[in-house]
T-cell receptor, first 115, second 113 residues
């Protein structure tokens, strides 16, 4: 157990809809990262937040956005869902400022299916 | 871009030592090498991290040659529960961006009785 939780565990949406996924980091972890993992692929970095500010972003369009709150929770919002957004969405927390060499603690993920 | 290359799959047997090698020819001076393990329908789990030479912890060893262009994850005496996907990552910048925090396809390790 990593102490990182995500909700919901599974979600079904239709194309064009919006979705909000939630993550609760380990207490005291200032950095949260979000990843998208398509079936059979490795996780792909979406973005990272440190103390409520975005401090790194992967190759994802602006319709992927996030928030981080002072209580160590965070959200991933995806607008205008597309079929290719179907994936496992993972959040990971780390205690410091998000330096690569810090261990990241992953949650179990939210599996999103877009129809 | 510090891309990584690792075998798509490997098979071994219980009790054997398993070595998974990752190539990262374009590794930068400030890059670390990190390995994660992932079971189906779970998030990845940190295994080990190193910068150079050898690192050992309670579950694995990581061997890094002097040129740092490759690394080898060594799992001693594997069991069936070690069947998983193993990812090699290379990166080092704070925040990382797409380079520092991107996983490849990983190596699917299958352990047989």
């Amino acid at each position: 157990e990593t102490g990182v939780t995500q909700s919901p565990t599974h979600l079904i949406k239709t194309r064009g809809q919006q979705v909000t996924l939630r993550c609760s980091s380990q207490s005291g972890h200032n950095t949260v990262s979000w990843y998208q993992q398509a079936l059979g692929q490795g996780p792909q970095f979406i973005f990272q937040y440190y103390r409520e500010e975005e401090n790194g972003r992967g190759n994802f369009p602006p319709r992927f956005s996030g928030l981080q709150f002072p209580n160590y929770s965070s959200e991933l919002n995806v607008n205008a869902l597309e079929l290719d957004d179907s994936a496992l969405y993972l959040c990971a927390s780390s205690p410091g400022a998000g330096a690569y060499q810090e261990t990241q603690y992953f949650g179990p993920g939210t599996r999103l299916l877009v129809l | 871009l510090a891309k990584t290359t690792q075998p798509i799959s490997m098979d071994s047997y219980e009790g054997q030592e398993v070595n998974i090698t990752c190539s990262h020819n374009n590794i930068a001076t400030n890059d670390y090498i990190t390995w994660y393990q992932q079971f189906p329908s779970q998030g990845p789990r940190f295994i080990i991290q190193g910068y150079k030479t050898k690192v050992t912890n309670e579950v694995a060893s990581l061997f890094i040659p002097a040129d740092r262009k490759s690394s080898t994850l060594s799992l001693p005496r594997v069991s069936l529960s070690d069947t998983a996907v193993y990812y090699c990552l290379v990166g080092g910048l704070p925040g990382g961006g797409a380079d520092g925090l991107t996983f490849g396809k990983g190596t699917h390790l299958i352990i047989q009785p």
